[in-house]
């Protein structure tokens, strides 16, 4: 009875704008051949799913198609596009260098091309220009880290290359809609609502 009241208080207090933003916009990027799945947006996908089952099943299938698209690469090369050796490279040089300042005069010497003409062969590859890339992968490295670590806020704004803990929050309530802090209480009370 207590945790089937405190599974509806959560569900009532949670933000619904958070899953149905990375679910609603069809260009939003797929998994790229060199590209680690998004496993906490994945997570958050399946677990929308499971709570609005039988309530609205268009959401569930939106949700479930947009974690489906996370968990399958595309394997063709768009023309316009970075080379597959380009993208895989690039890949890398964005994971690894979360915590820090990433240029796109740095990303477009990694792949041999001109400022200009890597951001227009990225903006097809990605569909998302470089900054907004690197924003989105900074933001799925920070709520895994929310899900998995005990650090605090600005110790993980720190640690996914943002200046502070107000420019991670601002980012982060752009994207899903939700402040951090309180995605991550409802992320881990969820958790201890499902053992």
């Known amino acids: 009875m207590i945790a089937e009241q405190s599974s509806r208080e959560l569900s009532a207090n949670r933000p619904q704008a958070f899953p149905f ?3 609603d916009d069809d260009r939003r990027p797929r998994r790229r051949p060199g590209q680690a799945p998004d496993l906490a947006t994945i997570d958050l996908l399946v677990r929308e799913s499971l709570e609005r089952l039988e309530d609205d099943p268009r959401a569930v299938r ?7 698209r996370l968990l399958t690469p595309e394997d063709h090369n768009p023309p316009g596009g970075l080379a597959p ?3 895989k490279r690039i890949g890398r040089y964005v994971d690894e260098g979360l ?3 990433l240029t796109l005069a740095e990303a477009a010497e990694q792949v041999r091309l001109s400022p200009s003409h890597f951001s227009r062969c990225f903006r097809v590859s990605f569909g998302a220009p470089f900054s907004k ?3 989105r992968r900074r933001l799925e490295r920070a709520r895994w880290l929310m899900m998995t670590t005990g650090q605090s806020l600005g110790q993980i704004a720190l640690a996914c290359g943002f ?9 982060f309530t752009n994207l899903t809609g939700g402040a951090p802090g309180r995605w ?3 992320t881990i009370d969820a958790e201890r609502l499902a053992q």
Not at 163 to 171: E, G, L, P
């Open 21 to 23: 933003a990375l679910v």
């Open 62 to 68: 939106r949700c479930l198609t947009a974690a489906r």
């Open 85 to 87: 050796w380009q993208v």
């Open 99 to 101: 915590d820090r300042r």
């Open 133 to 135: 890339h690197v924003t």
């Open 163 to 171: 200046a502070d803990q107000a420019h991670f929050t601002r980012a």
């Open 184 to 186: 991550r209480r409802l």
